[in-house]
């Protein structure tokens, strides 16, 4: 399953093509945040897409979860979210 990283930098329009991308030519895809703002920033993606895919009658499904991950030394908490077609 392809993992796609979301930062707060990141264009909700760029997140929204990876992400219609990837379910369209795989079905499924992770996204990986780090800190509120790239949290904003990933659901904003997926609301873009969720209008990108609705037109071919599917749905986006977001299924969240914590894991921590190790970052220049040091671990930190992600929030990961499985996004898929239902």
Known sequence: MKLLKVSSKSRPNAVAGAIAGIIRSEGKLQIQTIGAGALN???????????????????????????????NGQIKTAIVLTVELR
């Open 41 to 71: 920033q990933t659901i904003k993606g997926i609301a873009i897409a969720r209008g990108y895919i609705a037109p071919t009658g599917q749905e986006l499904v977001c299924i969240p979860f914590f894991k921590d991950i190790e970052v």
